[in-house]
């Protein structure tokens, strides 16, 4: 029986001609990631172990990017826990303050994952770089402790669903449309343990911006990994960013799938999430009146360039609603200075949003905009589980980065069309 992309990628980093669903199996690694809230759980762990020092100081990624800059005592040290860590083992990657960026949008920026890979992180989003042709999968902070000091990894081999993307997506839907589409189809353990693999003629009009949001949140769906095969605008992105070699994996013929799911990107409609679970999603047109208190475009999810000019387009001469709070995040400092150079900035302020630093900040109800009791919040980023951004009785609404900037304008959730767009 064939394999699947997923089970190619990790039958070669384990060093076997061939793994089946199921199987348990030890890899090698190409990168671990930790940020400031899990790695120093992870270095904590390490210090127990008999082997001290990390397997490969250039394979290891630590990031600084939810509680940064320091937002508090317990934060600040924590990120001083990892700075002396970094310090000490010569870590290559270590990105702090004026480096930094939120972690998933900022190594596939920096070059450090390409097509084959194998990569864990401390993260729960770490599966974002499938959409490079990568296995990458959030891990515990006891295994990247394992990891740093091993370069191995265990995993249990997943099987997947196949989900062939046809047709081109209408004006103003995007990658978020399509994952919230997805799950709020197979449910937020629809996928559980298993790898979704997009294929079809649809993905060439999906942007790696788009691709980069799907295979993010398909931990959302419980789903271990999601990964897109390597086209065209694949190779040209890693050739742009990275001087790694990669290795392509197609899925065999006769791999194996547990459901095939074939969507049409030409009929999906701008999709949001109600609270409190990333299923619980309705089209733009079934959402009725319900006013808002604060927008929020950024997080690792949906704080790539593209979703700041999508953002720009709609609040470019406009303004924000009265009473409403809109809180625009660039996901890392790169972004961050395109969008300076080109001018969203100077229409996000313009239009009364505020523009801050990248940082995870309220996506995790860490800071930068945490929600009071009964105040509504309009989200591009990735869960909006109970008291997720704040207050247990506050409310996340999760859409794309158009939906927001509507939202923004009219202070109720909204589509483009409803200004005219």
Known sequence: MGMTMTQKIL??????????????????????????????????????????????????????????????????????????FAGANDITNFFDVGQMGIEHALLPEQGLVVAGDVVIGADSHTCTYGALGAFSTGVGSTDMAAGMA???????????????????????ISGKDVILHIIGMIGVDGALYQSLEFVGEGIKYLSMDDRFTISNMAIEAGAKNGIFPVDEATIAYMKEHSSKAYK????????????????????????????????????????????????????????????????????????????????????????????????????????????????????????MGILAAGERCVSTTNRNFVGRMGHVDSEVYLASPAVAAASAVTGKISGPAELGL
Not at 256 to 273: G, P
């Open 150 to 172: 091993t370069g191995k990894a265990w995993f249990k081999v997943p099987s997947a669903i196949r989900f062939e993307l046809v047709g081109k997506p209408g004006p103003w």
């Open 248 to 367: 392509v994996y197609e899925a065999d013929p006769d791999a194996e799938y547990t459901a095939t799911y074939r969507i049409d990107l030409s009929t999906l409609k701008s999709t949001v999430s109600f609270p409190h679970l990333p299923e619980n999603t309705h089209t733009i047109d079934e959402v009725g009146d319900i006013k808002i208190d604060q927008v929020v475009i950024g997080s690792c999810t949906n704080g790539h360039i593209e979703d700041l000019r999508c953002a720009a387009r709609i609040l470019k001469g406009r303004k924000v609603a009265k009473g409403l709070r809109a809180i625009i995040i660039p996901a890392t400092q790169t972004i961050y200075l395109q969008a300076m150079e080109e001018g969203l900035l100077k229409t996000f302020i313009e239009a009364g949003a505020v523009v801050s630093t990248p940082t995870c900040g309220p996506c995790l109800g860490g800071y």
């Open 11 to 84: 039958a070669s980093a384990a060093g076997l001609d061939h793994v089946e669903a199921g199987q348990l199996i030890e890899a090698n690694l190409d990168l671990v990631l930790g940020n400031d809230i899990t790695s120093p759980v992870a270095i904590h762990e390490m210090d127990k172990f008999s082997k001290q020092g990390v397997f490969d100081k250039d394979k290891i990624a630590l990031v600084m990017d939810h509680f940064v800059p320091n937002k508090d005592i317990k934060s600040a040290e924590h990120c001083k826990c990892v700075r002396e």
